[in-house]
DNA sequence: ATAAAATTGGCAGAAAATGCCAATGAAGAA
DNA sequence: TTCTTCATTGGCATTTTCTGCCAATTTTAT
């Protein structure tokens, strides 16, 4: 059973764990419409399809003392694969990256780094990142401002595949 | 009561919660090594200093239908401040745009987009983003591979600031 | 229309959440 | 150091939630 397809109560519920992960199964059920027992289930299969990943709280960074978010484009030495992988390993590796993605365009990479001042950011960019395996460019942008962030992922098909 | 520094323990549920906001408080007590009532009540006191700012599942894209996920830099007409505002604001109500950010460098504004597939953004870039007040340059850079996603903040202070 | 299959709602026992209070431990004053 | 004060803890009792099971209902296929 890989690909149950998703139907308008599954989105529902998906739609209001992205919005709060904490809900009682009882308020949920109330949410969607369903009894509490099919409703955890749902919920279970759900979890089980891979479809929900985690459940994370969301903490400010700010408050724990990580006030600077950088993006950090970087460039490979010619994707010559193996020094891609070892860049990729690495990167996983390290706790300041939050995410990281290979992308088209200008950088091989693109990281999101948080750190708590621009100090320890130059520690981290110098001590750091330059030292990775297969390193030829970096470009650091600084958020200056967040405008928003851990928006919910649009479910309600503006348009999609399937069906 | 706005800045109760945060001890070990603070810390420790901090990460917990990061990695699984569905930790039962009970199975959470344990993990930090505290009986269940002070744990609830110290999630509690984090909660309404606004450390933690909510709960989200994680969904896996691919898996709802979202299969592309494009960073996107934004040039706005030489930041005259009414022009960058507008933006922001039809910004944060896009529901393709999970987040965004003011950022230093080459462009003013970094977008992280999600859309179904590639004829999906092409809408979304045509008929929404390109009409958006302001905007004079768009870069789109797509996530051809997903390195890291969601990786939690590194709580045990690298070398940050307080202490 | 009939039959098979999946899904639902309710119930009961087990587990967790939550508020309260006395006890313990830490910080400061004398 | 010793005493006092204040914050935090752990345990208890009540309420709420979770979770597995079964009969009833709905849906799908023939």
Redesign the interface.
Same mark, same amino acid.
């Given at each position: 059973m890989p690909n149950t397809r998703?139907d308008a109560i599954d989105r529902r519920i998906?739609a209001a764990? +992205? *919005?709060? =992960?904490?809900l009682s199964n009882v308020q949920l059920a109330e949410e969607v419409n369903l009894s509490p027992s099919p409703c955890l289930r749902r919920v279970r299969q759900l979890e089980a399809? !891979?479809?929900?990943?985690?459940?994370?709280?969301?903490?400010?960074?700010g !408050?724990?003392? $990580?006030?600077l978010?950088v993006?950090v484009g970087v460039k490979v030495e010619r994707h010559h694969e193996a020094e891609a992988n070892a860049f990729?390993e690495a990167? @996983?590796a390290l706790?300041? @990256? %939050? /995410?990281?993605? $290979? %992308? /088209?365009?200008? /950088?091989d990479?693109?990281l999101q780094v @948080?750190? =708590?001042?621009l100090a =320890?950011y130059e *520690?981290f960019l110098t001590g750091t990142l330059l030292r990775l395996p297969g390193v030829s460019d970096i470009?650091?942008?600084?958020?200056? +401002?967040?405008?928003?962030?851990?928006?919910? $992922?649009?479910?309600t098909?503006?348009? !999609?595949?399937?069906r």
């Open positions: 998703l998906l764990l +992205q *919005r709060d =992960a904490r399809a !891979g479809l929900i990943r985690g459940y994370h709280a969301e903490l400010d960074r !408050g724990v003392g $990580l006030g978010t993006f990729r990167v @996983v706790p300041e @990256v %939050v /995410s990281a993605h $290979l %992308v /088209s365009g200008e /950088s990479f693109l @948080v750190v =708590a001042d =320890a *520690r470009r650091s942008n600084f958020a200056i +401002q967040t405008v928003k962030e851990h928006g919910p $992922l649009p479910l098909r503006p348009g !999609g595949e399937g």
